[in-house]
């Protein structure tokens, strides 16, 4: 029956087989070289300096202490906004949702959130909070594009933190009489914060990096000092990153600091995603069901 | 129902039996990571013939047809010592090509699983892949597997509809069709009709005894009643070792060692 | 409205007749109470429904003030975008253009690299490749839009220019290299959760008929996980058109068609981001800004519709049933 040889058929797969690695290795080394470029070019500007002290002589020396701050101050405000909210709607996909249409417009309003594109973030945060109420740009602005935009992020994680908690720890709650809302207060979404907080972390970290939701609702490049309440403009690592590199006066001059800063804020990112894994790998381990 | 090649197999009916065995299975010990899953297992196939494999849940029939057709080489971690001989070559041997031996030893599962393409071409993708082009030959061959799995009739006119409109007990019928497209030499059968109605388990079992006077069928059934009325030969496993082998109304009636007696009197299992 | 006995006895201290329930939280039954809590949790469900009619609202909002003058037409196939000029130019034309140029030289490069990584991690990787290489995509999908756009606008495009002599490394081809690194990672996982929905029972009827594991991915696999396949590369190319960081800083700023891939382009979310900052709140440039966010709004919308649509429509493949 072989009229194809075996043999030739081997060859085919070992041929496409390496192929795919190839593929698999074009893409793993754009990874490894863009992190080892920043890393080369930005070890040289870490210092403790560069990360205490604030911008001097037209950022061509000091720190990015500022940036570094509201970066955070950001990203806490966006995960305040967006945890509550994004765990509410997650509790209702996991516990009090039914198919029908009702579920399923909800899930499409979701996806397609999640596929708003950041730029369109920033202009609804500018005519929303900034504009119509009137928080002008501020970290108040800032946060809560930023928490919309990860809200499918949280959303997601949560639910599937929700989920994987075992169906028999309901039943034994609803059992011994409890109500729905009291299983999950005092059952279920302890059991899911280990996952939720996987989730957070990922939000944040992505609120972290994006530069376009922030550029008009609450960045700037240069602020006196720290700022003293959430109406205030901020400073921010993504947003210092590009005006360093395309407008900044000293674009040449600064270019160590920018490397710097990127390190800065892959540092950021990264570390924070591999927190993340390391929690999930860890929960998976010691999980008692 | 019978078969085109009735009077070849006849004659091949008639020497079943006598002749060398199509498989020899010597020490065979089999390991998933540390665990021992079958120790020592020694057996001999007899050509054109059903034998059943039958045992207590868990007592590793599964897991030693599974090796019949290198199935395990699948799961990582697993180890096999010993050597399972066929028409002289054996099959764990160096140099010997899993996916050859899967050509020459098919496989129906217990739970249908046609692929989601037509009827037609579930039955002629082993040919294609050894790259059988022929229209007519594919036709030809499609026809002959389908008639001889019963199923014929049922599905002449339907060749190019969904495989994954037939019910449960056509479908399997239709994997047998497959299975026997390759034109294995042996055929290896995992609980198929456990996942059937009583009336598609009867008609699995008719087609049973026919593919035997074409191929050797190792059939692994949970039911002894089923391993009763079927098979020629029975082969009674538990807890990873072949605790006995023989004809089976030899082993139904007469069984020689105890434990073959409480499982068939149902004192456990 | 039942009222369950042991409910009663939780709340002792609290009335609970039908008319105190009526007058406030304090003396609902508990029953009532989870209706409230219910409807409360449909409501976030809601939240990302309302939160997209707000995003439409406000985009029509602060973008429909442009069409009191201008027309559609003129907005969207004009093929001069000179919003400085007096009397202004709101031609998107090759905006749009740009946008087509990057997302589909991207997908050229993203696709098969994705598709080649999720076929890679599903078949080929052995268990402990997959454990590592397996985040690795993740991380890279992490990397922050503007880190690629210095990377592409600091490392790629200098050396483009010497390569190929070129006028500037900004262009069509470096964006879209840039652009197909952060479409990977989506590609690559979802492809690759889409393999690994295929049935097993289905992998295992094809190896058993002697098919090696190449035939059965090409045969079995990948036909089973096509839609969701599908879904990725859509989602990926949606990635590509609606990131602004990268084409802000590595596309090169030049508002035209682009004639070959070194040209510049100035895609439309990179002319929203690049001049928003200088435009006065509530000028005709204003609004045409919004007006090109709700362009780009729209065409991420429809990518994303396609792909669930299509998710949702092949859903019942695959698996026999009894």
Redesign the interface.
């Known amino acids: 029956m072989s009229t194809t040889s075996l043999a030739a058929r081997r060859l085919r797969q070992n041929l496409v087989f390496a192929l795919f690695r190839v593929l698999m290795l074009i893409v793993m080394g754009a990874l490894g070289g863009i992190l080892l470029y920043v890393l080369i070019h930005g070890a040289g500007a870490l210092s403790w300096e560069f990360l205490t002290e604030p911008p001097k002589n037209s950022m061509t020396e000091g720190g990015i202490f500022p940036a570094i701050m509201g970066t955070i101050y950001l990203t806490v405000g966006a995960i305040l906004v967006a945890l509550p909210l994004g765990v509410a709607a997650a509790i209702y996909l996991s516990e009090y949702a039914s198919e029908g249409k009702v579920l399923q417009v909800v899930r499409l309003g979701i996806q397609n959130l999640a596929g708003v594109p950041s730029v369109v973030f920033g202009l609804f945060g500018l005519a929303l909070f900034v504009g119509y109420f009137k928080l002008g740009i501020s970290i108040a602005a800032g946060s809560l594009t930023l928490g919309l935009l990860i809200l499918p992020t949280v959303i997601g994680a949560a639910e599937e933190a929700l989920r994987q908690v075992p169906d028999t720890f309901r039943e034994a709650s609803l059992g011994l009489g409890a109500t729905r809302w009291q299983t999950i207060r005092k059952v279920v979404l302890p059991a899911a914060l280990p996952g939720i907080l996987t989730g957070s972390i990922l939000g944040i970290g992505r609120a972290a990096g994006e530069t376009a939701p922030i550029m008009f609702t609450a960045a700037t490049f240069y602020t006196i000092g720290l700022p003293r309440s959430p109406l205030d403009e901020v400073m921010a690592l993504p947003y210092h990153i590009y005006v360093l590199a395309t407008a900044g006066t000293h674009i040449e001059a600064t270019r160590p600091l920018q490397y710097g800063t990127v390190l800065v804020l892959i540092s950021l990112v990264l570390g924070l995603s591999m927190v993340a894994i390391i929690i999930r790998t860890k929960m998976r381990k010691t999980k008692k069901w | 129902m019978v078969s085109a090649t009735a009077p070849a197999s006849a004659a091949a009916q008639a020497a079943a039996g006598t002749e060398s065995p199509i498989i020899e299975v010597s020490g065979l010990d089999f390991y998933y990571g540390d665990f021992k899953a079958l120790t020592n297992i020694e057996m001999n196939v007899k050509r054109n013939q059903v034998t059943a494999l039958i045992g207590p849940s868990g007592c590793g029939k599964s897991t030693f047809l599974r090796l019949l057709n290198r199935m395990n080489d699948l799961i990582p971690g697993t180890r096999v010592e010993g050597s399972v001989v066929m028409e002289g070559v054996d099959l764990y041997g160096q140099g010997v090509d899993p996916v050859d031996v899967r050509r020459r030893v098919g496989m129906v599962f217990q739970k249908p699983n046609p692929f989601p393409k037509t009827i037609y071409n579930n039955v002629a993708y082993g040919p294609r892949l050894h790259g059988v082009k022929d229209h007519k030959r594919l036709d030809s061959l499609v026809e002959r597997s389908l008639k001889a799995s019963a199923i014929w009739d049922e599905v002449k006119d339907i060749l190019h509809q969904s495989a994954l409109g037939l019910s449960g007990g056509q479908q399997q019928r239709l994997c047998i069709a497959r299975a026997i497209a390759m034109e294995p030499e042996v055929l290896l059968m995992d609980e198929p009709t456990s996942a059937l109605d009583p009336i598609a388990t009867g008609r699995i079992e008719e087609l049973v005894k026919e593919l035997k006077l074409r191929y050797t069928v190792i059939i692994v059934t949970h039911n002894m009643q089923q391993a009763a009325r079927v098979s020629d030969e029975t082969a009674f496993f538990y807890m990873g070792k072949l605790v006995e082998m023989g004809d089976t109304e030899g082993i139904f009636t007469r069984p020689n060692k105890e434990q073959t007696e409480d499982y068939i009197t149902g004192r456990f299992g | 409205m039942m009222q369950?006995p042991?409910?009663q006895a939780l709340r002792v201290d609290k009335a609970d007749s039908l008319a105190e329930a009526v007058s406030g939280r304090r003396g609902m039954t508990?029953?009532q109470?989870?209706v409230w809590?219910?409807r409360?949790?449909?409501l976030?469900?809601?939240?990302?429904?309302i939160?997209?009619a707000?995003?439409v609202l406000?985009?029509f909002?602060?973008g429909l003030g442009l069409f009191f003058d201008a027309s559609v037409s003129d907005f969207l196939f004009g093929e001069f975008w000179y919003p400085t000029y007096d009397p202004p130019d709101f031609g998107i034309l090759p905006l749009i253009a740009g946008s087509v140029a990057v997302t589909a030289l991207s997908s050229f490069i993203a696709v098969?690299?994705?598709v080649?990584?999720a076929?890679?991690?599903g078949?080929?990787?052995g268990?402990r490749a997959r454990e590592i290489?397996k985040?690795?995509?993740?991380?890279?999908a992490?990397?922050?839009?503007?880190?690629?756009?210095?990377?592409g606008?600091?490392?790629l495009a200098p050396l483009m220019q010497e390569w190929w002599d070129i006028p500037t490394g900004l262009n069509v081809f470096n964006a879209s290299i840039m652009l197909a690194?952060m479409a990977?990672p989506t590609i690559?996982s979802i492809s690759e959760d889409a393999l690994h929905a295929v049935?097993r029972?289905?992998q295992?009827?094809?190896?058993?008929?002697?098919?090696?594991?190449?035939?059965t991915l090409t045969?079995?696999m990948v036909?089973?996980a096509m839609s969701g396949i599908g879904t990725a590369v859509i989602?990926g190319m949606?990635r590509a058109?609606?990131?602004?960081?990268v084409v802000?800083?590595v596309a090169g700023g030049a508002a035209q068609i682009p004639g070959s891939i070194f040209d510049s382009v100035r895609p439309l979310?990179a002319t929203?981001?690049a001049e928003?900052?200088e435009t006065p709140?509530g000028s005709e440039h204003y609004h045409a800004?919004?007006a090109i966010?709700i362009v780009?709004?729209l065409l991420?919308?429809g990518?994303?519709?396609v792909a669930?649509y299509i998710s949702h429509r092949f859903q019942q493949?695959?698996?026999?049933?009894?």
């Open positions: 369950f042991q409910a508990s029953t109470r989870e809590i219910r409360l949790f449909i976030a469900g809601f939240f990302s429904v939160v997209m707000l995003i406000f985009l909002k602060e098969p690299l994705g080649g990584a076929l890679y991690l078949e080929v990787a268990n290489l985040p690795a995509v993740e991380l890279l992490g990397l922050p839009s503007v880190v690629l756009g210095f990377v606008m600091v490392v690194i990977i690559a049935p029972d289905l295992e009827a094809s190896l058993a008929l002697g098919a090696t594991r190449l035939e045969r079995i036909p089973g989602l949606s058109m609606g990131e602004t960081m802000l800083m979310p929203i981001a928003m900052g709140f800004l919004f966010g780009l709004f991420t919308l990518f994303n519709l669930a493949r695959g698996a026999a049933t009894l």
